[in-house]
Nanobody
């Protein structure tokens, strides 16, 4: 069983930055790919970014490339999402997810087994 707890969401002006963190329990954290997804009101959940077990491989949605950076610290069992140059369209609930038993991230939501409760990010224009 893995538990994921996100933090770091909030309200920020367009052009600003936020850093989301996800704390994970479980001994197999370093072997599991992690991902961040977002869901805006009335919209489907969307892939944002993913990272491999070691952190050496990352994957991004086109909409966030060059603005967001995913990273992980396996010693602390945490994965982070640094969000820069935020836009109003980034407003959503952001959730981290663990792809247990798989080393590499994917863009497919159903490939991730464990999910956090989500944290709200609101970008004002």
């Amino acid at each position: 069983q893995v538990q994921l707890v996100e933090s770091g969401g909030g309200l920020v002006q367009a052009g600003g930055s936020l850093r989301l963190s996800c704390a994970a329990s479980g001994r197999t954290f370093s072997m599991s790919a992690m991902g961040w997804f977002c869901q805006a009101p009335g919209k489907e959940s969307e892939f944002v970014a993913g990272i491999s077990g070691s952190g050496s491989s990352t994957l991004y949605a086109d909409s966030v490339k060059g603005r967001f950076t995913i990273s992980r610290d396996n010693a602390k069992n945490t994965v982070s999402l640094q969000m820069d140059s935020l836009k109003s369209e980034d407003t959503a609930v952001y959730s981290c997810a663990a792809r247990m038993g798989s080393y590499y991230p994917t863009r497919v939501r159903n490939n991730y087994i464990y999910w956090g409760q989500g944290t709200q990010v609101t970008v004002s224009s």
